[in-house]
């Protein structure tokens, strides 16, 4: 079975109007590198723990190669550019299937 890998993001912001254009970004930069986004700000249930994200995003890549090189791509930046200094995100990426 092939390895995928998915990006896992707990994404908090001040201002959802700047956000629009960083979602709109994103999407493009996920789409050039291979990804597709299997949650994207959906209702969720704490289960255990004290875990309580603002808005959760999951992504999924072929390979870990495939998210790193986009989470490093000009596509990426520019995302990441149009949400700084209104968003504050955690963010990993794990090996899957």
Do not use: C, N
């Not at 490093?72 to 149009?82: F, I, K, L, N, W």
């Amino acid at each position: 079975m092939t390895k995928r890998a998915y990006l896992v993001v707990d994404a908090r912001s001040t201002d959802p109007e700047r956000m629009v254009e960083y979602r709109r970004l994103s999407q493009i930069a996920v789409e050039v590198h291979g990804g597709r986004f299997l949650v994207r700000g959906a209702s969720y249930v704490t289960l255990e723990g004290s875990w309580q994200p603002q808005r959760v995003v999951v992504v999924e890549f072929p390979s870990m190669e495939a998210a790193r090189t986009f989470y490093d791509s000009p596509e990426y930046v520019a995302a990441r550019t149009a949400r700084a200094g209104v968003s504050d995100f955690d963010m990993l990426l794990v090996e899957g299937y």
